[in-house]
């Protein structure tokens, strides 16, 4: 059984970047195409960014588009959003998730499977 753990959130000024890390235990990763989604207080779970198995292929929100870059590494079972020029609508708990299924070009939450428990990015001077 696939196992997820997320880290790297935290408290962070606007403008300034993170990088979160998901690692994976129980299974190889390589088996999956990976999501971050985040889920804001009070607001659904969105969709991030998404990657496919051997990286060939990524999607991102238009919200997060040139600002976060979505990277994983098979070897390390680890997968990692870079987030850079973070802004206080970035704030919510960010969670990776791990689907089978055929990468899709939109992240949506029902495809995947797996998912970390999640880690708080806050934004705020």
């Known amino acids: 059984q696939l196992q997820l753990v997320e880290s790297g959130g935290g408290l962070v000024q606007p403008g300034g970047s993170l990088r979160l890390s998901c690692t994976a235990s129980?299974?190889?990763?390589?088996?999956?195409?990976i999501g971050w989604f985040r889920q804001a207080p009070g607001k659904e779970r969105e969709g991030v960014s998404c990657i496919s198995r051997y990286s060939s292929r990524t999607n991102y929100a238009d919200s997060v588009e040139g600002r976060f870059t979505i990277s994983r590494d098979n070897n390390k079972n680890t997968a990692y959003l870079q987030m850079n020029s973070l802004k206080p609508e970035d704030i919510g708990v960010y969670y990776c998730?791990?689907?089978?299924?055929?990468?899709?070009?939109?992240?949506?939450?029902?495809?995947?499977?797996?998912w970390g428990q999640g880690t708080q990015v806050t934004v705020s001077s």
């Open positions: 998730a791990a689907s089978m299924g055929s990468f899709n070009s939109v992240c949506r939450v029902s495809d995947f499977t797996f």
């Open positions: 129980g299974s190889t990763l390589a088996y999956y195409y």
